[in-house]
Structure formats: C-alpha cells, structure tokens
C-alpha cells in the first residue's frame, strides 16, 4: 500500500487512510532522506546564497517536518494505543535529528559565511532577518558547545521531548479514565436538558444506565455551574483539581515529569552560558529579561486586585444571603456565580446558549471573515481523521485559494482537551509555484445532541473566534518563506495579538446578530438579552484578571531559578504568588501544575504571560477599529471596517515574522502600544488613573 504520509509537498494528506504503521514507516525513511540531504548542504565548497543554502535545506526537510505534524495531530485528536506507540516510537528520532541540525558546526558555519557575504547585502529584510535569526537560533541549540557539554546538550534535548510527551498523556489518561455514574437524575437537579441528555447518552454508550460525568469540558463546566448537589459539584471539583497527581492512579502522576523538565530546562540554559531558563526563552521574545516580565505582571496585579477583592466580597455576600452558603467553598465558586449573574443580569448562560447554534455560529464567523477582509470560506470535499472533522478552502474575492482550513470541534474520548491551532503545512513560493498553506482548528465542545445541531455557549464563541485569529495568521499570509512565517518567526509573546484581537468581535451587537439563531425558532438573540449580555462582559473581570496574572507569574518565576525544583518547591512557588496576586486561595491538596499542559507539554514554558502581554496589543489593535466603527440609527456601532480590515491585514496578518512584531504593531496604529485599551476593556478604567 502507498503511504499517505510520503506524497510530495503539494499534494493532499489521505487523513482516512494513515495508519500507525505508515508513521512508522516514513518518518525513519523521511528522516534518514534529509539527513543525507542535509550533510551535503553542509559540506558544499560554493560560496553559501540562498539557492545552495536555505532553498534545499527547506528541500530536504518539509515532507519530513509535514509528516511529523500530521502524526502529532494525529496521535493529539484521535489517539490510540497504536497511534500512541508509533508516535512514540518515532519521536526520539524526530528529536535526535533536530539537536543535530542545531549542533551541525559545518551548517552554522555555512550561516555565518553567508551572513558575512556580499549576497547577504543584496536580500530582502526579510530575507536577512531570516538569516540573523538562524544564527542566533543555532547558538541557542548549542552549537558552539564543546565536548562533555555537547553531549550532554543533545541529551538533554531528547529527554526533554519524551518528558513533556509523557505529560500530556499523563493529563489525557487521567482525564479518559475518570467517571462518575449517576443513577437518580434528582442528584443533576439544575443541569441543562442537553447537557442532562448528553449524559445520558454517554452513559448509554457505557451499557449503563442513569447519567455518565466527565472531566471533559462540555461535561464538567455545566455540572460546576448549574447542578444544585455541592455533593455532586465537591466531586468532580476534587477529581479534577487532582488530575494526573500522586492523589490519583500512580502511572499517571505528573509530579516527577514536572521536576525533570524543569531540572533539565535549567541545566539546559546553564550550558548556554543564561541565569536560568527564562533569561534564555526571552532571547526570543519581545520582553528582554524576567525582572521586566515580572514588574508587567505586577503593575496589572496592583491595578486590577483591587477590583477582584471586591468581586469576591459581592460574591460571598450574595452566596451567604441568597444560597444559604455561609462558607464558600472552591466548588461552590462556579454555581454563586452564575446565581449571581442571573440575579444581577436576569439571564443565564444557558439561556444565551440556545442562540448560538453551531451552523449560525460558523456561517456568522465566516461573514466576519468576509467582512473584514473580503476573504471567503467554503466547504471543501477531503476525507479527514473523524467524521466531525470538517474542510474548507480560503478564498480570495477573485476566487484564488489562499489556503484549506481543518475544523475539529467536538471533545471526545482519546481528544486532548483544550483549544488550538497548528499547521499541517506552510506557504512557500519556489521556482515551481506556490504551496498553499493549511491549518488545524482544534476545539472541545460539546457535540450534537438529540438530532439537534450543536449549541455553543458564548463563551464557546469567543474561544472559536480566537482560534481562527491564529488560524488567519498563517491562512492570509503573503510570506514566500517559511521561516518567516507567523509560527516560525512571530515572537511568542506576540502570537496571541490576532487571537485575542479576534475576540472583541463576539461582543458587538451586529456580529451577534449574524451569529446566533434559536435551536427551536430560529430567532436571532433578542436585542434586551444582548444588553443583558454586554452588561455582563465584564462580570467578575477583576477576578479572571488575576487568575490570568497568578499562572503567568507563577510560570516566569519557577523558570527564573538556576535550578531545578522539587514538587514541593514548586507548589510553594504557587502558594507564595498566590498571597501575592490571588483572592481566591484553592485547597493545599489542589495539584493545578500537575495538568497545566501549557507550561509542560507546550510551548508556553516561560511564555504563559504572552497571553497578558499580547492583549495589550490587542486591545489596543481593536481600538482602531472602534476609532473607525460606523454608528447605527439605533445606536449600535459597526466595527467591522473593511478598510481598518485590510489595514491590519496587510500589516500584521500578511507579514507574519518578516519584521519585528513591535514594528508591525507600529506600521498597523502609528504609534507603541498602550496598556489603557486593555484596562478600558476589562472594566478596570478607573485603573487608568494611575497610568499617567
């Protein structure tokens, strides 16, 4: 049989017919092909250009590096045990080829012979960019390593691959393998009738009878928000805050994955000659040093905590006096808060939801798309890894396809939760043509009930429209080379501004008028409940703002030792941000770090505030089209600008990582950015007082 995963670079992925043995099979012949490819690059006598040097090396590499991300994508979505083994299998070579490159001294010299060439002079910016930062990333692999601290450089990196893999399956298998069966629907009293049905049905599944509770998200924010038993609501809260912990199944215990990764991380920046792990992550992001890092999160912290306490004095109030709750308890935070929100809002989440139909939904986002950019998405006929997968091409307005999107959006057993983006392949314009890029969409919502379409709650909308400002970043690229694309080249401290920029979007009346139809009427949402809605944007903003603050600097900090830590070390790292920044203090057995997939099996390890610090940028990015927006009769604005659209397009969109993420923030507004949109944003703009 043809191995799908060994068809040239232009040609479609056969996702139905890949099977564990075709990784297994091409990824060693894939690799052992670039290998060769790669050691006569680096062993040529020419003059380095970029015809004999950086051309081939993409050559030699991008079938390999698309059959790699397949399999990931694979074994992440629709893991199995045959999945599982064969990625494994492969990934100590995938991660051994890797540290070569970054360890091959007759590459890097090639790189250098070039840089200093009269050829470099005559590239594009872009082009030298590329070149500059090849160099830099190839002493950041460790090429001018010498000896013991060589060896043990490439060590490290294999090891650290295998550690972080075994601590998304940990996450995974401690998630897959938790239930709670429910006989007397009495115990659910107050869970949504899709939510109710969809346990139900899962417990059906089971050849069981009454009600089936998950970890997965569709199952566990429901049950948290609305089920009136704190019995019920205590149970999964425990089950959850203790995932992949000693509290749990011992195989699945993250607790030494988290000391060797963060011992290796260390020992790792130490050869390069950095303080500690973060120092040496920041060599590639906008923010210079940790202690900078550190002051951002703090100057948030100091001007939203104010707000959060008070958050949390109306909540315990309203628990004490309206739900009997004199003592409020961490399982008890979800469901006072979504009382309060229908007292004070005289509306529920769940209300909202049955607006926000998934074929509304996405026909919605689409328009959007159109809307801003004059950019088309349509169906598109391809065979994928599961009957939920969904395909579509990206269509200019003359009908040029720019690129195919892959949606996914439903959690399932063998899913890794969460929501992302990643590419399958990048744009890239040779001699030959132009290969056209295509992105992953991945989200974990909850699936058609009933014969019913999909219902999405709104935060579910703003976590689709997020992901598909990431997905547009490499979508609408217009950069020729890959290693100037938006994931290779954008600062990870920057890659979050379309994504959050995309978001604002969801709150606009016009926008949520495209988006939502009722699942029985089909009525769209009625203009009281959108105000109800838009009064609430920012219920309990101080509290998610320091929630966001104690993660970020909870991860710079344990990053920022010369060290390693122990467990124990680390949880008192959490324990001491969180009298720092915190309002609510969890239990002393809440094991968060121990399934925070960002941190350890991402690549947001001393990047969780990229989040916090693109937002700034985002906001900021938005307001421009606020500045812009067209005022309705009635008094709604229209911010979808087609001229701002194709303005940020053009130059944040299209340029990916060609030039410095501040310099592409500064061609888009005409100035730096400005940390008072953020604040304005989250209803913090009394805030605002002491920014001047």
Not at 363 to 368: A, C, I, Y
């Amino acid at each position: 049989m043809t191995n799908p995963l060994l068809v040239p670079i232009d040609a479609p992925i056969a996702y139905d017919q890949v099977q564990a043995a075709h990784i297994q099979a091409a990824i060693p012949e894939l690799l052992a092909q670039a290998r060769q490819a790669l050691e006569g690059i680096s062993s040529a006598n020419n003059s380095p250009n970029w015809l004999n040097l950086v051309d081939p090396l993409l050559d030699a590499t991008e079938v390999l590096y698309r059959a790699w991300s397949v399999a990931g994508h694979l074994n992440s979505v629709v893991n199995t045990p045959e999945l599982r083994e064969a990625y494994n299998a492969c990934l100590p070579q995938v991660s051994e080829f890797s540290t070569w490159v970054g360890l091959n001294r007759d590459l890097f010299a090639r790189y250098q012979a070039f840089a200093n060439s009269p050829a470099y002079q005559e590239l594009s910016p872009s082009r030298q960019r590329i070149i500059d930062t090849a160099l830099r990333d190839f002493r950041l692999s460790g090429v001018e390593l010498e000896g013991q601290d060589r060896e043990r450089y490439a060590q490290i990196s294999e090891q650290l691959a295998q550690s972080s893999q075994r601590f998304s399956e940990h996450v995974l298998d401690a998630i897959d393998a938790w239930s709670l069966y429910v006989e007397d629907a009495n115990q659910l009293d107050g869970l949504p009738a899709d939510s109710l049905e969809a346990a139900a049905e899962a417990a059906k599944a089971d050849g069981k009878t009454g009600y089936k509770l998950t970890l997965k998200m569709p199952c566990y924010i429901p049950v948290m928000q609305y089920v009136k038993s704190s019995e019920i609501r205590a149970q999964l809260y425990r089950a959850y805050a203790t995932v992949a912990s000693e509290q749990g199944a011992p195989e699945f215990d993250n607790s030494s994955e988290i000391e060797t990764l963060l011992d290796l991380r260390a020992q790792q920046s130490a050869l390069l000659g950095y303080p500690s792990f973060a120092h040496m992550r920041l060599q590639t992001r906008m923010a210079d040093e940790p202690e900078q890092v550190q002051a951002f999160l703090r100057e948030l912290a100091a001007k939203s905590k104010p707000y959060a306490e008070k958050d949390l004095v109306q909540l315990r109030q309203f628990a004490a006096q309206e739900l009997g709750l004199e003592t409020l308890q961490p399982w008890d935070i979800a469901y006072a808060s979504e009382r309060l929100r229908e007292q004070r809002y005289a509306y529920s989440e769940d209300e909202v939801k049955q607006y926000f139909t998934e074929p509304t939904v996405m026909e919605g986002l689409f328009k959007v798309v159109q809307r801003l950019f004059d950019v088309r998405l349509r169906p598109h006929e391809q065979k994928l890894w599961h009957a939920d997968a969904r395909a579509y091409e990206v269509c200019a307005s003359d009908g040029t396809v720019l690129g195919l999107l892959y949606t996914d959006l439903y959690a399932r057993q063998g899913k890794q939760g969460g929501a992302w983006v990643d590419s399958e392949r990048t744009r890239r314009r040779t001699d030959h043509g132009l290969t056209l890029p295509i992105a992953y969409l991945i989200c974990n919502f909850a699936a058609p009930q009933g014969g019913k379409p999909a219902l999405f709650s709104h935060d579910d909308v703003i976590t689709l429209f997020h992901e598909s400002g990431h997905a547009l970043h490499t979508l609408l690229s217009r950069v020729d080379d890959p290693d100037a694309s938006a994931f290779s080249a954008v600062e990870w401290d920057a890659i979050e501004l379309p994504s959050q920029f995309m978001e604002n979007f969801c709150w606009e009346w016009p926008v949520v008028q495209m988006l939502s139809s009722h699942v029985e009427t089909g009525a769209s949402l009625p203009r009281d409940l959108y105000q109800k809605l838009w009064s609430a944007r920012n219920f309990q903003s101080g509290m998610q703002m320091v929630r966001q603050i104690e993660f970020s600097l909870f991860d710079m900090l344990i990053h920022a030792q010369e060290t390693g830590l122990t467990i124990t070390q680390v949880m008192e790292n959490l324990q001491q941000v969180r009298a720092e920044v915190a309002v609510i203090i969890p239990p002393d057995w809440h094991r968060f770090p121990h399934q925070f997939s960002h941190l350890f099996a991402g690549g947001y390890g001393a990047g969780y505030y990229s989040y916090k610090w693109a937002e700034v940028l985002s906001a900021d990015a938005y307001a421009a089209f606020e500045e812009n927006a067209y005022q309705h009769p009635d008094g709604a604005r229209d911010t979808l600008d087609s001229n701002t659209g194709h303005r940020f397009w053009k130059e944040i969109l299209a340029v990916g990582g060609e030039r410095p993420a501040a310099d592409s923030f500064r061609a888009f507004r005409g100035r730096d950015p400005s940390i008072n949109a953020l604040l304005q944003h989250s209803g913090l703009g009394e805030a605002l007082a002491s920014t001047h």
